[in-house]
């Protein structure tokens, strides 16, 4: 469970972002929708522990994430959350199946490959997996930015504008992807997003 307790963030001389309470039970879905700028991405920062909590809380199955170390905050994240960024991470000059393999390296030395392939298979990406992925085209590789985000079978999903630049048949397989993995992994998925188009897929919703 994801909970937020008044929690705002303020960059270097700029005005508060201020947030409204989330609550994220487990396999529950919820949208977060906002326009550009209102802070979205930071919020999702925050839950994930990639920045600190400097006013406010965030509880992940009842731990204060600002009473974790750095390194501990990483494995957890590592272990137990799924990114999805609206920029690739990935490392370019390895093929998509190492980059799979990577992922599934830290913070647990897991090396699975029937997971590696089902999860190719799913996403469509299993007669790419030898090709480098600056040989992938947009799709593909975005394909394989969600892929990444949820190999190791995350229990909480974060989702950060995971549809823009797609055209509306792309844009619903993507959610429909995200609402089946997260329902075989049992994960609860959290997408943020100005996307209007997303919002008839999602009854959870909280607007910023
Ligand atoms: N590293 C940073 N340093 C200073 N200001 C920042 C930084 N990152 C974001 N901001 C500012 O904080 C505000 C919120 O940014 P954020 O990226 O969280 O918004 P967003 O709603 O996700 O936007 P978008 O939909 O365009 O991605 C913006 O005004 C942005 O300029």
Partial sequence: MVETSNLSYTYDNSEALVFPDISLIPGEHM???????????TLLYLMAGLLPTL?????????ELNTLSRKEIDKF????????????????SLNVSDNLRL?????????????????????GLTQH???????????????LGIALGLI???????????TSNLDDS???????????EAKIC???????THDQRVKSHFKNQVVL
Wanted: aromatic share 6%.
């Fill in 129 to 143: 997996f030898e090709k480098k992925v600056n040989a992938l085209s947009h799709g593909q590789q975005q394909r």
């Fill in 55 to 63: 006013k406010g809380t965030v509880a992940i199955d009842g731990t």
């Fill in 186 to 192: 049992k994960s609860s998925l959290l997408i943020i």
């Fill in 152 to 162: 190791h079978k995350p229990k909480i999903i974060f989702a950060d504008e995971p």
């Fill in 77 to 92: 994240r590592g272990e137990h959350i799924g990114l999805i960024f609206q920029q690739y991470h990935f490392i370019k």
């Fill in 31 to 41: 949208l977060v929708i906002g326009p550009s700028g209102v802070g979205k991405t």
């Fill in 103 to 123: 992922r599934q390296s830290f913070p647990k030395n897991i090396n699975d490959t029937k997971r590696r392939y089902e999860l190719a298979e799913r996403l």
């Fill in 170 to 180: 792309n844009c619903t397989k993507v959610i429909d992807l995200l609402k089946e």
